[in-house]
């Protein structure tokens, strides 16, 4: 967003009416230019707020009551404002909270992992010694075109002994009871999934910031006689941290989202719940429990949660000297 | 004309790899055999990883049932029945894995054609034009990029419920043909390929503002509009929570929401796994294909584009 930041100044100079003379030719196109402007933006604008603000709103209002069915639970049931019972409940519900946990170890371990894979990677087809780059670049990404429900059912079947040759080489080496879908070990399973469909693509964005590195920069430091590690420490890393942080936020955001991966996992395993994640408890809280007041108050948490983080990430990233967004 | 709007971006194999100077010890030389031997080796590696489920699916693909399970995954049964999998895949339930692929490709070609005409006219408008509370209304659409995605879907359904839009092709179609990111994408591209210049050029001229931005504008953002296009035809492809709160109707169905159908059903009757493995298989070629054919136009670097400021 530094883009935004850097135009606002220079908005003045960049917005042809902005800038129009006391001219009559330019009075004129000041008249006319805010037809052409509604044509461009309302439709956007009309779409935004029908299908992103409206529900958001919809949300907030709908988390603040609760069907009451009437005595016997005859005729229809009565809507009653309720406040913040809804969000009291979905925060004094143990599963509930649990997982909100499960949510936050998840983040603690899919973000470091997804962008040191994807920094690792892009790093390595940015080596000198790397050969066939431009192959390997396309294969890393292949997997972000698959969907994640059927990567999951992929990895599903990588899971289990019976289908899995990675699980069956390791039992013909004598390795036995790997459980990936383990109680223990499903968070990585899941996180897993994500990285093998995301880092290709995170990999992409940081290997356009590379390459927007001039080549001069490498060659002054070789002269002073700098190593690999060194270019990467002391110009590669600084010189594309603001695209470090990008990926970072579109992968906090997206671990937020955990939905599909456990539902698809669900039926191979007794350790995911059927309240696994805030937005699978949601889901079910909506659909198959009926109650889609608490269900939206527990959405509205996740929402809160992902503003919270994303302010607390760049918060954070902002303070340590130079501004990346 | 792709490479002449933004230079910054063109070398995506350069890596501005530089060349060392030539007086190079041989100590130095063996040095970087060695690290030459570790960095491929890590890169052979990676691409194992990355291929492993690939290359796992494409081979259950030609599996019988039985096979799947008893013989090794990774590679070929003695009595390999693809082209009878292909046969069971495209007629059951009366064809509807066909069906299924051409909701997918309406869904995402249709939403994601529309997202784009709307988010590179919006973006465009952000760009080049003044108008009161500009960046506030542009900053709560950016907060849209931050709201997940199942926080929107859920709601949505009970919105789009109370006017009997839930089950139609719209309920899917309409929410997907909203990209907040991609007028954000948009906004930053017309700053940067769109000189006032040449507006101003055209208003002399006597051009109209909308024929500045269909005839002149969106010539010269055409990799934007490309990457837009692609970036919104992935989200929309691989979405699943959407038309799961929104569909009932199997006939409807995207093809991740027809494969997970018929995954519920493999408890009941164990032939389904084939035909999802071989539907999986079915729909990673397509992607795959998509994808690596569509390379040269998919320009992360314009995703990126937010971080050149």
């Not at chain 2, 051409?102 to 529309?114: I, L, R, T, W």
């Amino acid at each position: 967003m530094t883009a935004t930041a850097t135009a606002a100044p220079h908005s003045a100079q960049r917005t042809p009416i902005a800038s129009g003379d006391a001219a009559p030719a330019a009075s004129r196109r000041r008249r006319r230019t805010p037809g052409a402007l509604w044509v461009l933006l309302v439709p956007f604008l009309v779409m935004f707020a029908a299908f992103f603000i409206a529900p958001i709103v919809f949300a907030i209002v709908d988390s603040l009551f609760t069907q009451r069915s009437s005595g016997l639970g005859l005729g229809a049931p009565t809507r009653e404002f309720v406040g913040l019972d809804n969000y009291v409940g979905a925060l004094t519900s143990a599963s509930f909270v649990a997982s909100l946990g499960r949510l936050l170890a998840f983040a603690g371990i899919e973000v470091p992992l997804m962008v040191v894979t994807a920094l690792g990677l892009a790093l390595l087809l940015g080596a000198a010694a790397a050969r066939f780059p431009r192959i390997f670049r396309v294969t890393y990404f292949m997997p972000y075109g698959v969907p994640g429900v059927i990567a999951s059912l992929l990895w599903g079947f990588l899971y289990i002994p019976a289908t899995s040759p990675v699980l069956q080489a390791l039992g013909a080496l004598g390795v036995d009871g790997v459980n990936p879908l383990s109680s223990d070990a499903a968070l990585f399973a899941i996180a897993n999934i994500a990285l093998w469909g995301f880092a290709g693509y995170n990999m992409l964005i940081l290997i356009a910031a590379l390459d927007a590195i001039p080549a001069e920069l490498y060659e002054a430091a070789r002269l002073d006689g700098a190593g690999e590690w060194r270019l990467i420490w002391h110009i590669k890393l600084p010189l594309i941290r603001p695209s470090i942080v990008l990926i970072t936020l579109f992968t906090i955001i997206g671990t937020l989202q955990l939905f599909v991966e456990p539902l698809v996992l669900r039926p191979l395993t007794t350790a995911i719940s059927s309240d696994y994640t805030p937005n699978l408890a949601a889901y079910n809280q909506a659909f198959a429990q009926g109650n889609p007041n608490l269900a939206a108050a527990m959405a509205v948490i996740v929402a809160l949660l992902a503003f919270g983080f994303s302010a607390l990430f760049l918060r954070i990233v902002n303070r340590k000297g130079n501004r990346a967004w | 004309m792709v490479t002449s709007i933004a230079p910054a971006a063109t070398s995506v194999d350069g890596h501005g790899r530089a060349h060392g100077p030539d007086r190079e010890t041989s100590r130095r030389a063996r040095r970087s055999a060695a690290s030459s031997v570790a960095v491929n080796g890590l890169l052979v590696l990676a691409a194992i990883y990355f291929l492993l489920p690939i290359a796992w699916v494409l081979i259950a693909a030609t599996k019988s049932p039985g096979d799947l399970y008893s013989t090794f995954g990774l590679w070929f049964s003695d009595s390999p029945q693809a082209w009878e999998n292909l046969v069971d895949l495209f007629t059951q339930d009366g064809g509807a894995f066909s069906l299924w692929i051409v909701n997918s490709v309406v869904y995402s070609g249709v939403g994601a054609a529309v997202a784009t005409v709307l988010s590179v006219a919006a973006g465009y408008a952000f760009a080049k034009y003044d108008f009161p509370a500009k960046e506030a209304v542009f900053w709560t659409i950016l907060g849209g990029v931050l709201v997940p995605a199942t926080v929107i879907a859920l709601p949505l359904y009970f919105l789009l419920n109370t006017v009997g839009l839930t089950g139609t092709y719209w309920s899917v179609l309409l929410p997907c043909m909203v990209s907040p990111f991609g007028v954000y994408l948009a906004r930053i591209h017309a700053n940067a390929s769109v000189p006032d210049e040449v507006i101003e050029a055209a208003r002399i001229d006597g051009a109209g503002d909308l024929r500045i931005f269909g005839g002149i504008a969106t010539r010269m953002m055409t990799p934007a509009i490309v990457t837009v296009f692609l970036f919104q035809f992935v989200t929309i492809w691989n979405n699943y929570l959407l038309p799961l709160v929104m569909l009932n109707d199997p006939k409807r169905f995207p093809i991740t929401l027809g494969l997970t159908l018929w995954n519920s059903q493999t408890q009941r009757d164990p032939a389904f796994t084939t035909l999802v493995v071989t539907g999986s298989a079915v729909s990673v070629v397509l992607l795959v294909v998509l994808m690596v054919s569509l390379q040269r136009f998919w320009r992360a670097d314009l995703t990126a584009g937010a971080t050149k400021g």
